[in-house]
T-cell receptor, first 109, second 115 residues
Framework: GQNIDQPTEMTATEGAIVQINCTYQ??????LFWYQQHAGEAPTFLSY??LDGLEEKGRFSSFLSRSKGYSYLLLKELQMKDSASYLC??????????WGAGTKLIIKP | DAMVIQNPRYQVTQFGKPVTLSCSQT?????MYWYQQKSSQAPKLLFH???????NEADTPDNFQSRRPNTSFCFLDIRSPGLGDAAMYLC??????????????FGPGTRLTVL
């Protein structure tokens, strides 16, 4: 079957750095997305990786290793507004998006 | 601004009473999706349309139907809502579906409560 694994919940301190990991087993691979979802709101796009390596976008970076079926989202200089769920999603060989359940990130002052 | 709009944001219905959720988009995207998301769970794809080509996920209950009368609008009909159908319903669009690069853009969602 197809599977996306992420930690259920993480806690970090304002101003710090946090890394949210995602591992996947899917039938084929056509890219990996990270979305941010605040409580009660819709997901919003953060990043897309299809080649191995690190993609940096401001305070957020996303890394991919296709051989390991692994990605992480790195958030720097954490702000209280970063408290949200972070969802990892993989496009499989049929171009269907397979979603993880998300990692709830709690930021403490 | 180009966007995905969902109405209403909050919908309360009674057990067994049909309800329709609506979605519209000004992005002129070819693909529209309906997801169901329950608390702390991944979004679950119910249907998607590539233009007018309807695609029903294999495990979507018959109680759920969808219509896309034109490019801009898409509707989700729940014929006889049960308590288990209480969830957030998310509409999303993407420009195309032939490539994994096509980002999905989500509306704000409709939170459905079934009494």
């Amino acid at each position: 079957g197809q599977n996306i694994d992420q930690p259920t919940e993480m806690t970090a301190t304002e101003g710090a750095i946090v890394q949210i990991n995602c591992t996947y087993q899917t039938s084929g691979f056509n890219g990996l997305f990270w979305y941010q979802q605040h409580a009660g709101e819709a997901p919003t796009f953060l990043s897309y990786n299809v080649l191995d390596g690190l993609e940096e976008k401001g305070r957020f970076s996303s890394f991919l290793s296709r051989s390991k079926g692994y990605s992480y989202l790195l958030l720097k200089e954490l702000q209280m507004k970063d408290s949200a769920s972070y969802l990892c999603a993989v496009t499989d060989s049929n171009y269907q998006l397979i979603w993880g359940a998300g990692t709830k990130l709690i930021i403490k002052p | 601004d180009a966007m995905v709009i969902q109405n209403p944001r909050y919908q309360v219905t009674q057990f067994g009473k049909p309800v329709t959720l609506s979605c519209s988009q000004t992005l002129n995207h070819n693909v529209m999706y309906w997801y169901q998301q329950k608390s702390s769970q991944a979004p679950k794809l119910l249907f998607h349309y590539y233009d007018k080509d309807f695609n029903n996920e294999a495990d979507t209950p018959d109680n759920f139907q969808s219509r896309r009368p034109n490019t801009s609008f898409c509707f989700l009909d729940i014929r006889s809502p049960g308590l288990g159908d209480a969830a957030m319903y998310l509409c999303a669009t993407s420009r195309d579906q032939g490539s994994g690069t096509d980002t999905q853009y989500f509306g704000p969602g409709t939170r459905l409560t079934v009494l």
